[in-house]
């Protein structure tokens, strides 16, 4: 979602700000801009679109400065058009802002009375204006920023600028992150490390209601009273690669292949961290598991895997309607909440609702910095690296892995296995890394089956079991980067209502693992089929041999085990990605989403 950088410097700071605001365009965008400071007083310049449009403005004013903030903006309040994007300035102030200030009706009210003008639909704008008001109360900047956070109820991160101040730099966090940065050349601040420039070499989060004014050589934390606040800044080294597709032609492709790497990295940190559990599962009556998007339905697949393998009961949520259904949490229960980000404004203000009501708290993160990571009272990080592709990849398998690791630890907690079915489910797991770098190898297979969705108006995925998640993310992948209509249902469903929207040649897509489960599988799969889909069959080569000639195929790595949803996820992300390839969309940041979702 929107992104935030600043930066205070003895040098121009104009290419680190656009270098900045470059770095975090993966969590996408619709508005970009910059405010600088100098001798002429404020200087705002910002463009709907693609940051190409601002750096193409700004390729002709050639401005300078050594203190400025800039913005990418995802619309919430008011249209993505020039008039909405940030900064937001009065002839004193500059604001950049992340999250939603709820209170802003009645603040744009009143300081309309006033007699301020407002130039756009946003609820950021009062907050420029607010402490123009108390600027011209005779207040210094400090005081005057602090007093208009007073007012501001909502949830938020500021990074502000003032035309008689351009010493100082300041930002502001209530409930969205905010991250400053320092390093030889001077300081700067970010909606994440992504935003920092290269040569920043120690950060610190804010945390709640902290205020950080940031000079070239220092900064001073404090309280919204004024109170100094002592703490330290951590070692940082930016993941400079991750910004690169190397030799891919985007993040996604890349992410994809990354995935051995990634799944065999997180194997490993996840069985070293399991000794450190603060929990004992064999005294667990209840997994609570709670998650937006992709993550949610990693969440709904590892249902499966720790009932069926640890027989631990298990509930899983959208993080948005959690909160809402006065949930009944077991006090000997556990509360996971998964997030790649470890930002999603749902997911963390459930887990702050688990927490209020006493219950234990893990996150399940990939960035491990994040709020859900510092908020759960412990965190397992998932280690897939920077996610820049807004569809996620190698976190979703990451997270799989992950689960499958405390579902089979879980298992043997519980003495639920004999020595010999947990050696086997081990083995499982160890093969992971090795059976996706097979998955990878049928990229041609599935790049001749996505490119063949280009002329198709829906799509459906359908699977029993743990496949039937997975083929609601099998859809998700789909829709969300092709802008194709794809529907995911369990395969034993569709007689139930969607069967009534098979017509002639309809893509089907059906997850057919060799299980216990195959047989009924397959029966779902000849009812559409008799009614004219094109059914194209994703199995092991057992499930596929006695199929009819007419139904296509595509042949995965052999694996019989409850994991195999892993490698299906392959298969389905590089189907995914070659329908939008075809369909000439934006892989990486595609319209209308956000990498990190952090309003509610
Ligand atoms: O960062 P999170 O894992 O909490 O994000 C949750 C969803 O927003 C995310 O998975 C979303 O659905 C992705 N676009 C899926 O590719």
Known sequence: MCGIVGAINHHNIVPDLLQGLSNIEYRG??????????????????????????????????????????????????????????????????????GIIENYLTLRQWLCAEGFNFSSDTDTEVIPHLISYFLHQGESPRAALCHALSKLEGAFALGVLFRDDPEHLYAVRRGSPLV????????????????????????????EDEIACLSADSFELTDQHGKVITRTMQAFSADQSAQQTHTHQHHMHREIHQQPETIRDTLRHTRRSLSDLPFDFNR?????????????????????????????????DIASEFRYRAPLLSQQGLSLFISQSGETADTLAALRYADTLGQKTGGIVNVAQSSI??????????????????????????????????????????????????????????????????????????KHIGQSLKNC????????????????????????????????????????GPISLIEQGVPVFVLAPKNQLLEKTLANMEEVAARGARCIVLGEQQSLQNLPAHIETLQLPEFESPFSPILYAIALQLIAYHAALALGTDVDQPRNLAKSVTVE
């Open 29 to 98: 965008y619709d508005s970009a801009g910059i405010a600088i400071a100098n001798q002429a007083g404020l200087i705002t310049v910002k463009r709907q679109g693609k940051l190409q449009c601002l750096r193409d403005q700004l390729s002709q004013n050639k401005l300078r400065s050594y203190v400025g903030i800039g913005h990418t903006r995802w619309a919430t309040h008011g249209k993505p058009n020039e008039a909405n994007a940030h900064p937001h300035s009065t002839a004193e102030v500059s604001v950049v802002h992340n």
């Open 457 to 496: 108006k829906n799509a459906f995925f359908i699977g029993r079991g743990a496949h039937f998640p997975l083929a609601l993310e099998g859809a998700l992948k789909l829709k969300e980067i092709s802008y194709l209509h794809a529907e995911g249902f369990g395969a034993g469903e569709l007689k139930h």
């Open 180 to 207: 400053i940065g320092q390093g030889d050349q001077g300081l700067c601040l970010g909606s994440d490390t992504m935003a920092l420039p290269a040569y920043i070499d120690r950060i610190m989060y804010l945390e």
């Open 373 to 446: 990571a510092r908020e759960s009272r412990f965190h397992l990080q998932t280690h897939a690296g920077a996610e820049i592709g807004v569809a996620s990849t190698k976190a979703f398998t990451a997270q799989l892995v992950v689960l499958a690791t405390l579902a089979v630890y879980a298992a043997s907690c519980r003495n639920q296995h004999t020595f010999t079915e947990n050696y086997q489910l081990q083995l499982d797991l160890t093969a992971l890394p090795g059976l996706a770098a097979h998955a990878l190898t049928l990229e041609g297979h599935c």
């Open 284 to 316: 667990l009556e209840r997994l609570h598991i709670v998650a937006c998007g992709t993550s949610y339905y990693a969440a709904m697949i590892a249902k499966y895997w720790f009932e069926q393998i640890a027989r631990l009961p298990v509930d899983v």
